[in-house]
Nanobody, 119 residues
Framework: QVQLVESGGGLVQPGGSLRLSCAAS????????MRWYRQAPGKERELVAI???????NYADSVKGRFTISRDNDKNTMYLQMNGLIPEDTALYYC?????????????WGQGTQVTVSS
C-alpha cells in the first residue's frame, strides 16, 4: 500500500524556520521524482519545489533562496527546509511522488501538513 506521510508543520513566527518531512512507503522511492505543493485558503494549489530521481531541483520564484528541497533515498524520505518564513507561506503543504510510465504520469499524494506563519 502506497503511503506518503508529511510531518513537521506548525506555527512559526515570521523569519523563523521549519523542516517538513515526507516519509514514503509502498513504492520504489528512489525511482520517483518528488514535489512539494502548497495550498492556502481560497487560493489554487501551487508547486513549491521539485526534486528529480537524479537529484535535480527547481523552485517556485516565491521561495527561491529561502527553501531547500532534499531527499534521502536510504530513508525513503523527502525534506523541505524552509527559512525566512513569511505570512504568505501559510498553507497546507503536500508531498507528491511522480513517475512517467509510457508517457503517462503515475503519482501519489500525501494528506498534508499545515504551516502557519504568524506573530
Amino acid at each position: 500500500q502506497v503511503q506518503l506521510v508529511e510531518s513537521g508543520g506548525g506555527l512559526v513566527q515570521p523569519g523563523g524556520s521549519l523542516r517538513l518531512s515526507c516519509a514514503a512507503s509502498g513504492f520504489t522511492f528512489s525511482t520517483y521524482g518528488m514535489r512539494w505543493y502548497r495550498q492556502a485558503p481560497g487560493k489554487e494549489r501551487e508547486l513549491v519545489a521539485i526534486i528529480t530521481s537524479a537529484g535535480g531541483t527547481n523552485y517556485a520564484d516565491s521561495v527561491k533562496g529561502r527553501f531547500t528541497i532534499s531527499r534521502d533515498n536510504d530513508k525513503n524520505t523527502m525534506y523541505l527546509q524552509m527559512n525566512g518564513l513569511i505570512p504568505e507561506d501559510t498553507a497546507l503543504y503536500y508531498c507528491n511522488a511522480f513517475q512517467y510510465v509510457l508517457g503517462s504520469e503515475r503519482h501519489y499524494w500525501g494528506q498534508g501538513t499545515q504551516v502557519t506563519v504568524s506573530s
